[in-house]
């Protein structure tokens, strides 16, 4: 159908390419008449756009002439002169959208265009890229370009201090990664003081691998959090080796269920085998035997027909009992059996007895006493169970080199299941990052609290305007247009496309696979063809290493363990003969170039000659500094300037080899890939299908498939086993049939849709939470920003009070029922000197008279602490208060919310929908917390004692919340010619009280450390 509206109307993709197109000759008639600027000439037409910008005209009227200037500029001092196809990119770059460009096109060059034209406003244009090297290389290298049209250029990459970062913010175009950008975001809206904000306000982003960043990591939260004092690290200390032993006999047990049902099996006892299979797969759901067994569909089928039985019979907790320990794979849900209990109890009686399972040997008044108490110590309880459980998940749920990796200094290190790079930084939360230490054997990190969070989906959504930039977001255009608001053109290439796809070959099992794969690899490189082997996992591509080994095959391999040589593995991959086995991550960012990257290999000659001394210039070696250990890449950007002429030596020298090398590559057909397994994702294939044929190069790719790939289980494996089977086909027999890769796209489709609808639902929650991120961070940034907060206070104390009428005088109520002591203990409590005002001078009184009452005491109160500390303490204190209330309220808020969404899809098996109820619950919530925060500002400022005068330099802290003696305001008033600021210094401070400094820890643990 499709394919059938196409012909009739035209793809509109096309329609879009000729509208393009007229710009671009636009952008063309003027190449000549900028070329004829002298370079002064060319640079003052900056001066001049921004002229006409302040004058009225808009970025859309200055384009042609804007992208003729970057084109020019281009030419002269990088040598590149963008193509028209660059030129049209550029275009698609300033409307906000996304445009796909095929790898090679030139990503680079296009954003100069579309970030120079919307930087003439002086608001700041931020390009993001998807690591540090990139981010420094773009800046060093495009940033000649600004820098000659008298634009400046600032660099954010991680290790900058607050300085650096504000400078860097504040010129016209910075480059970065999304990680630094999202953070810094988080950062400002934690300070304390505007002079302390790194980041402007967020005008225009350009990302680059927009794909990466706005979809596999959209809902990675970004997380700043601060550690807190817990038992937590030495409970997974503790419990790790009672927990191992139990899985090493849980262990045991599943291989003994596996045999017991493949015997079952044999003696065609299917239903009881499905069941021992459903068993074992709930006591260890990764096992690997398991999981070959489970490849099979038919047995898959048998499983999930045994487990909905049994979830209809009420049966599962029964067949769970069998085990130590039943892990639901989907929740994460741990349960502990009896005979899982009693095992711990044998290992460690003091573990089983903080879990509290049993209870025989007490007598009644025992159990009522001990209830009590774990009323009273709910959390403290709670918290073994749950270290036990992560645990648990830790040893059975996440696998080494799969879903983590440990570094050589102890560090256990997420890998990301869409890249296979490592995400430094990164932590699993609820604890499950402290198990997996334990699990490790390396040192257990303490526990931490999220502070401030945002997902990248989130704070993206945030800029005036976002464009994006990738080789493939075609697939994924719904989702950018429905989420960000942005369409995807698919630009053209410059050159054809000369890349042969070739269909998928199919085999029945992955050993057969693998073979055929070395076969393949082998034939290609006695030929001198360059090769590229993509795989999912660190531990396919370990595996894959050493079968190549064993052929006595040299080759590179490209994965999170090895990630350091990243750049010069793929700047070399298209060498002759050159064999590199990588991960999903395939070297984004970094074109792999026919013979050789010249360039790369001139740099890399450059550090190594500086660093044996043949090379001596004292500026570099300031700027190299003593530490020759710094990465290449990073010294190689500022030798290059600092030795030009030595580096266009080189550069030559290595280009006419590359050259030869090249011609021999291109007559053995280009670089070949290979994907050795399908992603769910048709955008993940061809991300590794588009590292072969830049621009206009020949090169082919083909995927090596097996029915025991998780994709071909996913997609219904067994018609095809069938298909082999009636073609009487051998296991090392293969199956390549146009159809068969139709079949598999297809399915694609299905799953990423599917994938599209999970994260589209997930952002509905998400967004509740975001609203009330905006109203309090836009709040913050008005306070730091100097509102005057004296009417905002008053406003605080009307609603005080007019939700304690509502509590303690009811207005629909009898005013003899008024629980008027309340009233007044509460308002003692937070805005009424003690003693001021009795409950029997209430009596008798108007709701509204009361009202009034209570508040000419608090107006009349306030204005006494303000006429005793003085107008400009009382605004600042206003200020610091409220900012350290919010801060603490909204971190309590975040951990309450996360715990609302555990838990909110239980809400459906009551017949309600769980995002209804989520969105009034958060509302609820979010109310709460304004109405304590309000509480908590108007007790701190009646009640604190400063200690010393706060200023931009110190900050006040609240020390203490003492109220002022009876006598209420005449006494108050009295006693204030006698009040004195004391110093700091002459306070004493108790060691567990909070430490004077304003740093929210205990004395003890800041000042007060000995």
Excluded at 20 to 39: G, T
Excluded at 650 to 671: N, P, S
Excluded at 815 to 827: E, I, N
Aim: charge should be neutral; aromatic fraction near 6%; include cysteine.
């Amino acid at each position: 159908m499709a394919g059938l509206l196409k012909k009739i109307f035209g793809d509109p993709n096309e329609r879009e390419v000729k509208r393009l197109w007229k710009k671009v000759e636009e952008v063309n008639a003027l190449e000549q008449k900028m070329k004829a600027l002298s370079d002064r000439e060319l640079r003052g037409q900056t001066d001049t756009f921004r002229k006409r910008l302040q004058n009225g005209e808009s970025e859309d009227e200055l384009l042609p002439e804007a992208f003729a200037v970057v084109r020019e500029a281009a030419r002269r001092y990088t040598g590149m002169r963008p193509f028209d196809v660059q030129v049209m990119g550029g275009i698609v770059l300033h409307q906000g959208r996304t445009a796909e460009m095929k790898t090679g096109e030139g990503k680079t060059l296009v954003a100069t265009m579309p970030a120079y034209l919307n930087a003439l406003r002086g608001e700041g244009v931020h390009v993001v890229t998807v690591n540090d090297y990139l981010a420094r290389r773009d800046s060093e290298w495009m940033g000649k370009i600004y820098r000659a049209l008298g634009l400046s250029v600032g660099l954010i990459v991680h290790g900058l201090g607050a300085a650096e970062r504000r400078a860097a913010y504040h010129c016209d175009i910075t480059y970065g990664t999304n990680n630094e950008f999202g953070f810094d975001y988080l950062r400002d809206n934690m300070v304390l003081y505007k002079e302390r904000m790194v980041k402007r306000k967020l005008h225009y982003a350009i990302v680059d691998e927009v794909d990466s960043i706005l979809i596999d990591e959209a809902r990675t939260p970004l997380i700043i959090s601060s550690k807190v004092e817990s038992r937590e690290r030495e409970l997974y200390q503790r419990w790790n080796r009672p927990v191992q032993s139990l899985i090493q006999k849980q262990r045991r047990l599943v291989r003994e269920l596996m045999k017991e049902a493949q015997e079952k099996l044999a003696a065609g006892e299917r239903e009881e085998a499905g069941e021992l299979l459903l068993m074992a797969r709930r006591g260890m759901p990764k096992n690997k035997s398991l999981l070959k067994i489970l490849k099979d569909s038919q047995i898959s089928k048998l499983v999930e027909q045994q487990k909905q039985r049994l979830s209809t019979e009420k049966r599962l907790p029964e067949l769970d009992e069998r085990l130590y320990f039943a892990i639901d794979e989907a929740t994460g849900v741990v349960a502990l059996s009896e005979q899982g209990n009693r095992e711990l109890a044998r290992q460690d009686p003091q573990v089983w007895k903080l879990l509290n399972f049993d209870r025989e040997g007490q007598n009644e008044e025992d159990i009522a006493d001990q209830s009590q108490e774990e009323l009273q110590s709910l959390d403290r309880r709670a918290e073994p169970i749950h270290c036990f459980n992560q645990l648990v998940k830790a040893y059975t749920l996440y696998e080494r080199d799969v879903d983590y990796v440990v570094t050589d200094d102890g560090r256990v290190v997420i890998v990301d299941e869409f890249t296979g790079r490592l995400m430094w930084g990164r932590r699993y939360s609820d604890g499950l990052h402290q198990a997996i230490e334990a699990k490790e054997g390396v040192k257990v990190q303490e526990s931490s609290r999220t502070v401030a969070s945002i997902t990248f989906q989130n704070y993206f959504r945030i800029y005036e305007k976002l464009a994006g930039m990738t080789g493939t977001a075609a697939t994924e255009e719904e989702e950018l247009r429905n989420i960000y608001g942005m369409d995807v053109v698919v630009i053209p290439t410059n050159k054809p496309m000369i890349r042969k796809d070739l269909p998928d070959i199919i085999y029945r099992t992955e050993q057969a696979k693998f073979r055929a794969v070395v076969e393949e690899i082998a034939s290609r490189h006695e030929r001198g063809q360059p090769v590229l082997v993509g795989t999912i996992s660190v531990e396919k591509s370990e595996m894959l290493s050493r079968m190549l080994k064993r052929r006595g095959l040299k080759h590179n391999v490209l994965n999170a363990v090895n990630h350091e040589r990243e750049a010069e593995i793929i700047a070399q991959a298209g060498r002759k003969g050159a064999l590199t086995i990588s991960t999903n991550m395939a070297g984004r960012g970094t074109d792999i170039v026919l013979g050789g990257n010249p360039e790369f290999m001139a740099r890399k000659k450059l550090v190594q000659e500086f660093k044996e001394g043949k090379l001596q210039s004292d500026k570099a070696v300031k700027s190299q500094g003593n530490n020759t250990e710094k990465h290449d890449e990073q010294n190689s950007v500022d030798l290059v300037e600092l030795f030009p002429e030595r580096c266009a030596q080189l550069l030559k020298e290595f280009k006419a080899a590359t050259e030869k090398e090249r011609q021999e590559v291109l007559a053995v057909g280009g670089l070949h890939v290979i994907g050795t397994e399908r992603h769910e994702s048709r955008r993940i294939d061809n991300q590794l299908r588009g590292r072969a044929g830049r621009q206009g190069d020949p090169g082919s790719t083909q995927f090596f498939i097996s029915l025991e790939d998780d994709l071909m289980r996913l997609f219904g494996s067994g018609n095809i086993a069938s298909i082999l089977d009636k073609l009487g086909m051998e296991e090392d027999q293969p199956l390549e049939h146009p159809l068969i890769s139709r079949a598999i796209e297809n399915a694609q489709k299905k799953v990423e849709g599917r994938n599209f609808e999970i994260r589209k639902h997930v952002l509905e929650y998400d967004d509740v939470l975001n609203q009330q991120r905006e109203v309090i961070y836009s709040q913050r940034r008005r306070v730091l920003e100097g509102e005057n907060l004296k009417k905002h206070i008053q406003e605080m104390i009307e609603s005080l009070i007019d939700r304690a009428l509502d509590r303690y005088c009811e207005d629909k109520t009898y005013d003899q029922v008024w629980d008027l002591q309340g009233l007044v203990k509460y308002g003692e409590r937070i805005f009424l000197p003690t003693g001021y005002l009795k409950p029997s001078e209430l009596e008798f009184k108007e709701r509204d008279e009361i009202r009034e009452k209570l508040l000419d005491a608090a107006v009349r109160f306030y204005a006494a602490r303000e006429e005793e500390l003085g107008e400009k303490t009382i605004r600042e204190l206003e200020r610091v208060i409220l900012l350290r209330t919010v801060d603490s309220k909204w971190m309590e808020h975040i951990d309450a919310m996360h715990d609302l969404r555990q838990g909110i899809n239980l809400r459906a098996y009551g017949q309600q929908d769980p995002l209804v109820e989520y969105r009034y619950e958060a509302y609820e919530m979010f109310e709460e917390m304004i109405n304590s925060l309000q509480e908590d500002v108007i007790r701190l400022l009646f009640r604190v004692r400063v200690a010393a005068v706060p200023d931009r330099q110190a900050v006040v802290s609240s020390t203490s919340t003492t109220a002022p003696e009876a006598g209420g305001l005449k006494a108050f008033a009295a006693k204030k010619e006698k009040t004195k600021l004391q110093p700091r210094k002459a306070e004493k401070v108790g060691r567990n009280e909070p430490c004077p400094c304003g740093s929210g820890k205990k004395y003890k643990k800041c000042c007060g450390r000995e």
